[in-house]
């Protein structure tokens, strides 16, 4: 049949590739709120008035930024912390914006965004009922007061990739903030700086135990730290995590970030303030300072309203005077208490501005007497009702909070070392059996079996031996 053996041609279409998706890319917007007084409370992400508060401001930018240039690019704000500004009085908001770059979107200008943003908040001035400080706005570290010694050009920002979803992670973006002590501040060094910072992050979370749920790191900003030519740092990193098991937190990325800088000390070439280093507001204090283990430990939080901080360099004199001053008279307090059998000791873990905010720690023998009631009652009636610490600094806001108490583990070298150790006193001791049976069975042989009339008997002596 010959029509079966016309062979048939089929045009086949190449298979259109799906266009790329949008990626997500962040920006800093900081800002100060002359009427929202600053609280201790508002440090701690997870209390009801953080929650609140950011959530209300997260509004009111959004709905700025949905009505701006970037119109549907733009996904939304989060409020990444909250600071006490110059004045007490005053609060400092950080947040972290989004947006996609789309194709049809126009390029990200950051100085062309805070021309946007002074014009709809009225100059600078008001944010639905919050009153701004005018010079405060800063967009993605752009600020108008800032001396233009820089070229004019913008800083294009590396997008935070999204690698594809895998198994039910969502990825989810974390700011780390730390502080150089070696690299003084220079914003003509930005592009330079900025790209080795990113690698040695990418580095180090790339090499870490969190390595699977890594996606990428992004720089935002440099900043100067006040009364220091020390560099702030403010990044953006992305982790594929489960959302909904909430396995991963910011915890983890803290730890770990500590553990790959030697206790967030050293970043490559980099030397860092460990006190600065910052994951999603957290920051963990150091409950382990001369501390006996099995000791209880609870966790201060006050305000001293009659004194101001004007120099949060650890290093400085000012900042050191007065560390040891309020340590001495936590010591003090507790030494007088009738507490003073099983307290240990007191341990002030940083000061913070407005008008000095004190976070200390306490620890005291696991005793039935001591509870977080005790403790409290003996911080307030020490201090005249949470009015006065010793004779000098004045209270307000304080808090108590009972610490975990830790759990030492040892090291998995250690538990081989142990194993080792007792799988070798075993073989000695088996081998000291054996000889003493070899010996008792020698021992045994020198007697001499003898037959007389009376008998069988074993003499001690070998009687070939006498005679």
């Not at 042989?445 to 001690?460: E, K, L």
Request: net charge neutral; hydrophobic share 35%.
């Amino acid at each position: 049949n010959e029509a079966s053996l016309i062979q048939t041609t089929t045009s086949v279409k190449p298979t259109p590739q799906p266009p790329p998706l949008p990626k997500d890319i962040p920006f800093t917007v900081n800002f100060t709120a002359t009427n929202l007084k600053y609280t201790m409370d508002m440090a701690n992400p997870n209390s009801p008035k953080f929650t609140s508060t950011a959530r209300v401001m997260s509004a009111l930018l959004d709905s700025l930024l949905k009505k701006s240039s970037l119109s549907t690019a733009f996904s939304g704000c989060s409020i990444s912390s909250f600071r006490s500004a110059s004045s007490a009085e005053d609060t400092t908001v950080n947040a972290i914006c989004i947006y996609k770059n789309n194709t049809a979107t126009t390029t990200f200008n950051r100085m062309s965004m805070y021309r946007e943003l002074s014009e709809k908040t009225n100059g600078i001035t008001q944010l639905g009922p919050y009153n701004l400080d005018r010079n405060s706005l800063y967009v993605d570290g752009y600020n108008k007061a800032m001396p233009l010694t820089t070229p004019v050009v913008e800083v294009p920002i590396n997008p935070v990739t999204q690698n594809p979803v895998q198994g039910g992670l969502q990825p989810k973006k974390f700011t780390i903030n730390f502080t150089l002590t070696n690299l003084e501040y220079n914003s003509e060094a930005y592009n330079q700086t900025k790209n080795l910072i990113e690698h040695l992050l990418d580095q180090l979370f790339k090499n870490s135990s969190i390595k699977d749920y890594y996606s990428s790191c992004s720089v935002i900003q440099f900043r100067p730290v006040s009364s220091s030519s020390h560099t702030a740092v403010d990044s953006v990193c992305t982790f594929k995590v489960d959302t909904a098991a909430k396995a991963f937190s910011k915890n983890a990325v803290y730890e770990e970030f500590l553990n790959k800088t030697q206790g967030g000390t050293l970043l490559g070439n980099y030397t860092m303030d460990t006190a600065s280093i910052y994951v999603d507001g957290y920051h963990h204090l150091d409950t382990t300072t001369a501390v006996p283990q099995g000791s209880l430990a609870f966790q201060y939080f006050f305000r001293i309203v009659n004194q101001n901080l004007l120099n949060e360099d650890h290093s400085s004199k000012e900042y050191q005077d007065m560390l040891k001053e309020i340590n001495n008279d936590m010591n003090k307090l507790y030494q007088k208490s009738h507490l003073n059998d099983s307290f240990e000791v007191c341990v002030v873990t940083g000061l913070r501005k407005g008008s000095v905010l004190v976070d200390c720690n306490c620890y005291f023998k696991n005793r039935p007497n001591v509870n977080k009631k005790t403790v409290e009652q003996s911080f307030i009636q020490g201090t005249l009702g949470a009015n006065w610490l010793g004779d000098k600094f004045e209270l307000n806001e304080f808090t108590v909070t009972a610490l975990e108490q830790q759990k030492h583990e040892l090291p998995f070298w250690a538990i081989i070392l142990i194993c080792l150790a007792v799988l070798m006193v075993l073989v000695l001791l088996f081998l000291l059996c054996f000889l003493l049976a070899f010996c008792r069975r020698r021992g045994k042989g020198s007697y001499q079996v003898q037959q007389s009339a009376a008998g069988v008997y074993f003499p001690h002596l070998d009687m070939r031996k006498q005679y």
